[in-house]
């Protein structure tokens, strides 16, 4: 029989809202602890209670701070030094949670950008969201963003004509125009304009404005070696519209944004990395991506 060691798989998480014993739910903030309790690896998340501003492990009912520190061992008198969960760099920014992970616990580099529009007046109250888990990697996903010629092929529409992509530092910034065919919406072509912004590989915020404004965020988790966790939202701006007519254009909108991520999937599923690809002069600008995707890696 073997012993359950976890170290050789993806890691897990525990994410839970101090306060969540006395606040109305949904106020505490936010905080992610490594899931496997420092003292005989027991899962917080599993049967650990929130007190306070604390978790207690529910094997021997030590308690951990937000930040991983041990404030309470029921038995014992003396706290031992390296008593520590290991804690995440988290945050809460327009009703998503964030939180940072570095292989050698380096500090963030970059916070989640600011989604203004959030929770302001004439805007949907939350977001319209879908999730799926797929074999891929975050950086495959980003590629797809400056991969002109698979607009075409892969989602049946013209790679935006005007197109303007800079990475810069930490972020790639982009902004396109195209005319699409918006079945969803009678059917009427419309000149649809896109700016998007991804700080790093593991999300990216885009602003759309055409048929109606919108703002979509999505997040790409990866959960194991081959495994990533996709998460897409949409918040809409209301122009006027009533409560009901706004939750069919956003459901309408977002089924079909949805539709156009999903297209993706069997080539992200079933394709390999190539790390030379033989390249066209039509081709985007992935050199350029790949350059700017690395300085996210660190040696092992
Ligand atoms: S395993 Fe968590 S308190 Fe013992
Ligand atoms: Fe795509």
Not at 43 to 69: A, M, N, Q, Y
Not at 216 to 233: A, Q, V
Not at 266 to 277: A, D, F, G, H, L
Request: with cysteine.
């Amino acid at each position: 029989m073997e012993l359950r060691d976890r170290s050789g798989r993806g890691r897990e998480a525990t994410l839970f809202r101090s306060g969540a014993d006395r606040v109305p739910r949904g106020l505490g903030e936010v905080h992610v602890l490594d899931a496997f309790c420092p003292h005989l690896g027991a899962h917080l998340g599993v049967g650990g209670k929130v007190v306070g501003d604390s978790i207690r492990c529910p094997f021997h009912g030590w308690r951990f701070s937000g930040d991983g520190e041990c404030l309470e061992i029921p038995y014992a008198k003396r706290i031992p030094g390296n008593a520590r969960a290991d804690a995440y760099p988290s945050r809460e920014q327009a009703g998503l949670a964030w939180a940072w992970y570095h292989p050698q616990r380096a500090k963030p580099r970059f916070e989640p950008l600011e989604i203004p529009e959030y929770h302001t007046e004439d805007w949907a109250e939350e977001w319209t969201h879908y999730a799926w888990m797929i074999q891929t990697h975050p950086q495959e996903v980003a590629e797809n963003s400056v991969d002109w010629p698979h607009f075409h092929t892969v989602h049946m529409m013209e790679p935006p004509p005007e197109r303007d992509v800079r990475f810069e530092g930490h972020e790639i910034r982009c902004e396109a125009a195209t005319r699409k065919q918006v079945t969803t919406m009678d059917g009427v072509p419309d000149e649809i304009r896109v700016i998007g912004r991804n700080p790093g590989l593991g999300t990216s915020y885009v602003r759309y404005s055409g048929m109606g404004e919108t703002v979509i965020i999505m997040g790409m988790t990866p959960i194991d070696n081959d495994t990533m966790h996709m998460r897409f939202g949409v918040i809409g701006k209301k122009d006027g519209r009533t409560d009901e007519e706004m939750a069919a254009f956003i459901k309408l909108y977002a089924d079909d944004m949805a539709l156009a991520v999903e297209q993706d999937f069997p080539i992200w599923e079933n394709k390999v990395y190539r790390s030379t690809p033989n390249l066209c002069d039509g081709d985007g600008p992935v050199p350029d991506y790949r350059r700017w995707a690395s300085q996210f890696y660190v040696e092992s």
